[in-house]
């Protein structure tokens, strides 16, 4: 392997800083995170759909773009030695050659303990109207606060110790000057990482073709799935799209019935309730999120309303077959197991949202959907989406845990007999599911 003489360079800083400093942990940063390849540079703003208007709308007055900033955000989302025992980086689970996730149903961080979470793409990022399936924070700056001291993601003890470690690395001390004209802090941290984010802009999708005036951009089939989308399958509603937000998303939050397929979930909800009257600070909110199982109650931490209970973020549906597998507990393996949940009309729970009811969509019509969804993918991935929709319309044929027949045309579920339970389909514990809804917010 050729040696960088500059990371060697940098490897003996640390050293010495780290000995001066009597620390014990003087691991060099480790050589499996991932490294930044073509798929990690900043993007053309040139593409076909990129909202220009938005775009400028969404950087904020007191976080310019410059290109040194973004270099710098570069270097630090990819460096390990932001994390505790220099072994995960921002890229460690959102990997620009997976579509900035981990591919993974939810992520391990430093000491290899899994969330409960599904990491969610940086792609388009900045265009969320608040960051975390549950939104508890508002801003690219603010989110990256997080994961850097969270215990099981990157197990930095507090910022201090994390301005300290850069601080003793003389590339970043150059950097920062030259950036911010001070030396390494938290805040020029986050600001720094957040325009690199900010350059991870993707539309150019066979979609955004379409709408700008090219029928042959989707198949006859993908032309289909467009028409169910907004029609008999409802998608619109929740996932809308227009010309100057054109995302795939209200920004709003919703109870679909995905953490009501774990047979606790009334059981958490009411354990949060509880929880919620003391915790309380955002630390504490994240470390919740993260790593127990009330995470399953999603905005409900953050507003504290019954009504939020299980809801979560509706996310954007551009490059789906890069960012598998879904929803906010990765639970969900293929794109037909998705439409499966949403033929079904949900998981019932006691909070699921309205516009979540039977669809009755036929299995073509599911297929035609997924095809669909396929032309959300970018020029960049399209390759990549292409071979993993063929390997999850491959399993669709045999596998399908989420089908559910009698329930997609009504025949079972919400209209049949026993309506108000039991809920979750998963699991024995069905006797929590049967308690009184109305009585959760009672204790
Ligand atoms: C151990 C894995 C892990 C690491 C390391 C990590 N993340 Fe994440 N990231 C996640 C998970 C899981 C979520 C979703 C958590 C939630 O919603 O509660 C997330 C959410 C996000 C989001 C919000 C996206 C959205 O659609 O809401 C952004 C942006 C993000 N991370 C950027 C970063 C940055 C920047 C870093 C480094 C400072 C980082 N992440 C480090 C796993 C990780
Ligand atoms: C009532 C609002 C609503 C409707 C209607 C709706 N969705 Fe969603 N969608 C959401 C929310 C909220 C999430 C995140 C839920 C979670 O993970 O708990 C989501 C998540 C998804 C995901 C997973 C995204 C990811 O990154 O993991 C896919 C795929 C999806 N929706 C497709 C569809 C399709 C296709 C339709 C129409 C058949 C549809 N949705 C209808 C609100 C909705």
Same mark, same amino acid.
């Given at each position: 392997?050729?040696?960088?003489?500059?990371?060697?360079?940098?490897?003996?800083?640390?050293a010495?800083?780290?000995?001066s400093?009597?620390?014990?942990?003087?691991?060099?940063?480790?050589?499996?995170?991932?490294?930044?390849?073509?798929?990690a540079?900043p993007?053309?703003?040139?593409?076909?759909g990129?909202?220009?208007?938005?775009y400028?709308?969404s950087?904020?007055?007191?976080?310019p773009?410059?290109?040194?900033?973004?270099?710098l955000?570069?270097a630090?989302?990819?460096?390990?030695r932001?994390?505790?025992?220099?072994t995960?980086?921002?890229?460690s689970?959102h990997?620009?050659?997976?579509?900035?996730t981990?591919?993974?149903?939810?992520?391990d961080?430093?000491?290899h303990?899994?969330?409960q979470?599904?990491a969610?793409?940086?792609?388009?990022?900045?265009?969320?109207?608040?960051?975390?399936?549950?939104?508890?924070r508002?801003?690219?700056?603010?989110?990256?606060?997080?994961?850097i001291?969270?215990?099981?993601e990157?197990?930095?003890?507090?910022?201090?110790?994390?301005?300290?470690k850069?601080?003793?690395?003389?590339?970043?001390q150059?950097?920062?000057?030259?950036?911010?004209?001070r030396?390494?802090?938290?805040?020029d941290?986050?600001?720094?990482?957040?325009?690199?984010?900010?350059?991870q802009?993707?539309?150019?999708?066979?979609f955004?073709?379409?709408?700008?005036?090219d029928r042959?951009?989707?198949?006859?089939?993908?032309?289909?799935?467009w028409a169910?989308?907004?029609?008999?399958?409802?998608c619109?509603?929740?996932?809308g799209?227009?010309p100057?937000?054109?995302?795939?998303?209200?920004?709003?939050?919703?109870?679909i019935?995905?953490?009501?397929?774990?047979?606790?979930?009334v059981?958490?909800a009411?354990?949060?309730?509880a929880?919620l009257k003391?915790?309380?600070?955002p630390?504490?909110?994240?470390?919740l999120?993260?790593?127990?199982?009330?995470?399953?109650?999603?905005?409900?931490?953050?507003?504290?309303?019954?009504?939020?209970?299980?809801?979560?973020?509706?996310?954007?549906l551009?490059n789906?077959?890069?960012?598998?597998?879904?929803?906010?507990?990765?639970?969900?393996?293929?794109v037909?197991?998705? %439409?499966?949940?949403?033929? &079904?009309?949900?998981?019932? *729970? @006691?909070? +699921?949202d !309205? #516009?979540?009811v039977p669809?009755?969509?036929?299995?073509q019509?599911?297929?035609?959907?997924?095809a669909?969804?396929?032309?959300?993918?970018?020029?960049?991935?399209?390759?990549?989406a292409k071979?993993e929709?063929?390997?999850?319309?491959?399993?669709?044929r045999?596998?399908?845990?989420?089908?559910?027949?009698e329930?997609a045309i009504?025949?079972?579920?919400?209209?049949?007999p026993g309506?108000?339970?039991?809920f979750g389909d %998963?699991?024995?514990?069905? &006797?929590?599911?049967?308690? *009184? @809804?109305? +009585?959760? !917010? #009672?204790?």
């Amino acid at each position: 392997m050729r040696v960088n003489p500059l990371v060697a360079v940098l490897f003996a800083t640390v050293a010495i800083a780290i000995a001066s400093d009597a620390a014990p942990e003087a691991a060099p940063p480790d050589a499996t995170a991932p490294k930044p390849g073509v798929m990690a540079e900043p993007k053309s703003t040139h593409q076909v759909g990129f909202p220009a208007e938005l775009y400028k709308l969404s950087i904020p007055a007191d976080n310019p773009q410059t290109p040194a900033k973004v270099a710098l955000g570069k270097a630090l989302f990819f460096d390990p030695r932001l994390s505790v025992d220099n072994t995960v980086s921002c890229a460690s689970c959102h990997d620009p050659g997976k579509g900035f996730t981990d591919q993974q149903p939810t992520s391990d961080g430093v000491h290899h303990k899994f969330g409960q979470r599904n990491a969610p793409t940086v792609l388009n990022a900045m265009f969320n109207i608040a960051q975390f399936w549950d939104g508890r924070r508002a801003t690219l700056e603010d989110q990256a606060r997080d994961p850097i001291l969270n215990p099981i993601e990157m197990g930095m003890p507090n910022q201090q110790a994390v301005v300290k470690k850069l601080s003793g690395i003389s590339e970043y001390q150059d950097k920062f000057q030259e950036v911010f004209a001070r030396a390494p802090n938290y805040g020029d941290l986050v600001k720094a990482v957040a325009a690199y984010e900010r350059t991870q802009i993707a539309f150019d999708a066979p979609f955004d073709r379409f709408m700008a005036g090219d029928r042959n951009a989707l198949t006859p089939q993908q032309q289909r799935g467009w028409a169910i989308f907004n029609g008999q399958g409802r998608c619109m509603t929740c996932h809308g799209w227009n010309p100057t937000r054109p995302l795939f998303t209200d920004d709003r939050f919703h109870n679909i019935g995905v953490s009501a397929h774990n047979a606790k979930f009334v059981q958490h909800a009411r354990q949060a309730l509880a929880l919620l009257k003391q915790a309380g600070g955002p630390e504490e909110i994240d470390r919740l999120a993260i790593s127990t199982d009330i995470s399953e109650v999603g905005r409900f931490l953050v507003t504290k309303q019954p009504h939020d209970i299980g809801a979560f973020r509706t996310m954007d549906l551009r490059n789906l077959f890069v960012t598998q597998p879904y929803f906010h507990d990765g639970s969900q393996a293929t794109v037909w197991d998705t %439409l499966d949940h949403y033929n &079904k009309g949900g998981v019932q *729970n @006691p909070f +699921l949202d !309205g #516009g979540i009811v039977p669809l009755g969509l036929s299995e073509q019509q599911e297929d035609d959907l997924a095809a669909f969804l396929l032309s959300l993918t970018s020029e960049q991935f399209m390759a990549q989406a292409k071979k993993e929709y063929q390997r999850q319309f491959k399993i669709s044929r045999t596998d399908r845990p989420q089908r559910d027949t009698e329930a997609a045309i009504g025949l079972k579920g919400r209209n049949g007999p026993g309506f108000g339970g039991p809920f979750g389909d %998963l699991g024995p514990g069905q &006797k929590y599911m049967r308690e *009184n @809804p109305a +009585l959760l !917010g #009672g204790d």
